[in-house]
């Protein structure tokens, strides 16, 4: 590793499993103190615990990241542990239970929008002003294709992720003057749950690389947007999709395919 997050503190959330486990873990390779955040306290305090027998510097918390009590409890257990936040990583988020649209209610709308958009929001907010403070600071907020194109039977999910790319590029002006870069990464199909390799093959076929992704994939754009190497870039996104959004073709497979859709009488 290159230590390039040496002397730096960084937050990542969703940081359990996936994408965030191993954003967290390669942020401890590369020197940064590491805050591992997740719903899932065990969980979490297992990847902290893999950081620091690797020789890094971690702690787990376990926050509900929809909460503003516990969002500022937990950066201020940051600053009160390590004096600093330099990094925030906004990767947790709910993609399931997926729901037709005529099958869609209100309390599964405020669920995923409490914690992928409203939470994204909270540790934004928590973290913007510990870092205008500071002078300096980086937030990466995770987003998706959907945010651009769209997924069946995830107009919540969808919505979201629109919104938070929206709400990055606003942050990264409002945010700008006090030295505060803010970026979105933009995952493509990743395999954060172990598929199976028939499903592998077939979501596979329809990404130009000819594979899905996998977690580690995005670690290295993590460790560049959160290092002095990305001190000019803000208000942008980093796609990390093996070619998925630049094609023009049709999909090959859908989570729900129409012969799913509800029946209308």
Not at 129 to 158: L, P
Request: glycine share 12%; aromatic share 6%.
């Amino acid at each position: 590793m290159s230590k390039a997050l040496e002397g730096k503190v960084a937050i990542v959330t969703g940081a359990a499993k996936g994408i965030g486990e191993a954003i967290a873990l390669r942020y401890g390779r590369e020197g940064a103190k590491v805050v591992a955040v997740d719903i899932n306290g065990d969980a979490v305090a297992a990847v902290a615990d893999a950081i620091n027998s690797a020789g890094g510097t971690a702690m787990g918390s376990e926050t509900d990241i929809s909460n503003e009590e516990a969002v500022n409890a937990l950066f201020d257990k940051t600053m009160a542990e390590y004096g600093q936040v330099d990094v925030l990583v906004n990767n947790a988020g709910l993609i399931s239970p997926m729901k037709h649209f005529l099958v869609a209610d209100k309390a599964w709308w405020d669920m995923i929008i409490d914690v992928n958009l409203t939470g994204t929001f909270l540790c934004c907010k928590a973290a913007a002003h510990i870092m205008a403070k500071q002078g300096s600071g980086s937030i990466i907020n995770m987003s998706s294709g959907g945010a651009t194109r769209a997924h069946r039977a995830f107009v919540a999910y969808d919505a979201t992720k629109g919104g938070i790319e929206a709400m990055s590029r606003a942050l990264a002006l409002d945010l700008g003057p006090y030295g505060i870069r803010v970026n979105y990464m933009v995952p493509g199909a990743i395999d954060t749950t172990g598929i199976d390799e028939e499903g592998r093959k077939l979501r596979g076929a329809n990404v130009p690389l000819g594979r899905v992704g996998e977690p580690n994939d995005l670690t290295g754009a993590a460790v560049f947007l959160a290092s002095d190497d990305s001190t000019y870039v803000s208000g942008t996104s980093v796609v990390i999709d093996g070619g998925m959004l630049a094609q023009q073709r049709s999909a090959t497979v859908d989570i729900m395919p129409p012969k799913d859709f509800p029946k209308i009488d």
